[in-house]
């Protein structure tokens, strides 16, 4: 009987351990709409934020997925991303993002696969050009913030390695948004009303009440095992 309730508590153990591990999408503002983007791109001089919150229990980032095009040669080359965390300033009539990141991370080359969507665009040569949309997803070291609390982050690629294309972040499928941006650097003074596609994965900490129906499990288990092995 003493093996039985050891190797139910070891089940629960488990039980737990993968509970604590597994990422979840913890904020997500919606894959691309397919119908525009916005140049984020070191190499010209643009970068775009957009805002996000966490809910409690799910307030630490380790991934960021993403969407976005090659503009005009819709040939990419090797990413160079970056990605920053800002603070919100709460303006009279909008928020609007901090101009120094509270996290920064640079040098993200991350993952690319291409979607298989199109964005299509009038291009300068005249007529319109189909450009692939690329899904982009990279862990960062974990970031823990504010539970219900406005954030910002940007996604900044930088393209000074291919001379015929620039980044551009695709729109999101979430309407009524407010996206911002400036010159690299630069104060965030202009609103746009859109969302960028994006999601944030990370660890989700089991909430009380699924604990303690977890709890009631294993006593079920226990139970069950003391039955069998009387
Ligand atoms: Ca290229
Ligand atoms: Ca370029
Ligand atoms: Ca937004």
Redesign the pocket.
Known sequence: MKRSVLFAVVVGLAILTSMSAGANVIYD?GGPNLGGAFISDAAEGWEQA???TLLPGETTITDVHWWGIYIFGNSPMTDTFTVRIFGNNAGILHDYPQEAPLYEFSGISGNRADTGSNITAAVPSGGTVNFDVYSYWADIAPVTLAANTRYWISIQNDTTNDSDDSWLWATSL?SG???YYRGTGGSWNTILSE??AFNLTGSVVPEPASMTLLGIGIAGLVLRMRRKSS
Do not use: I, Q
């Open positions: 503002n957009d805002d996000f979430t948004g407010n996206e969302d960028l």
